[in-house]
């Protein structure tokens, strides 16, 4: 997970089903080592949005 990747709010198995978020990650911070714990993100509908912790998101595309 880096700064550029296309990534996707994990689901919960609901009914009916949640409309999948995606949103591209601006910023990322980590511990002493070197672990990510939070990132920025900007959703597919534009707005940028405060920290939210890494394991909340998967990535489904990588940037370069």
């Given at each position: 997970?880096?700064?550029?990747?296309?990534?996707?709010?994990?689901?919960?198995?609901?009914?009916?089903?949640?409309?999948?978020?995606?949103?591209?990650?601006l910023?990322?911070?980590?511990n002493?080592?070197?672990?990510i714990l939070?990132?920025?993100?900007m959703?597919?509908?534009g707005?940028?949005?405060?920290?939210?912790?890494?394991?909340?998101?998967?990535?489904?595309?990588?940037?370069?």
């Amino acid at each position: 997970m880096k700064v550029g990747d296309l990534v996707s709010l994990k689901m919960k198995k609901t009914q009916p089903s949640q409309v999948p978020r995606h949103a591209i990650i601006l910023n990322t911070w980590r511990n002493h080592k070197s672990k990510i714990l939070e990132i920025e993100v900007m959703w597919g509908d534009g707005p940028i949005s405060k920290r939210f912790r890494a394991d909340l998101f998967e990535v489904i595309d990588e940037s370069r």
